[in-house]
């Protein structure tokens, strides 16, 4: 019984989507790198917003609500576009407290 109720709960809250995709990306060089990154990415309906770190190699994307992007296509956006992708993660993490934590490391 109790495991009935686990698999009823799991199907009734459905899939759980992160609200930010943090990726670590190699060969971005220049401002017009980020916004190649930008432009590319922000082509997926299920973006929201994009955010690109050159000095920490980061590239950030918040997706719409109940929204995500399957890594097999960032991987592809961003290699077809030059770039090596090393680690991606899923995140709660804002854009916002990205940017922080990225400007907090400055000092």
Do not use: W
Request: proline share 3%.
């Amino acid at each position: 019984m109790t495991k009935l109720l686990f698999v009823l709960t799991i199907l009734v809250a459905g899939p759980v989507f992160a609200d930010t995709i943090e990726m670590k990306v190699y060969g971005l060089v220049c401002g017009f790198c980020a916004q190649g990154i930008e432009k590319t990415l922000r082509k997926n309906p299920a973006t929201a917003d994009v955010l690109v770190s050159l000095e920490h190699q980061t590239v950030a994307v918040a997706t719409q609500a109940g929204k995500d992007i399957p890594d097999a296509d960032l991987t592809r956006a961003l290699t077809d576009s030059g770039y090596d992708v090393k680690a991606i993660s899923r995140t709660q993490r804002s854009l916002q407290e990205i940017r922080a934590t990225f400007r907090e490391s400055k000092k």
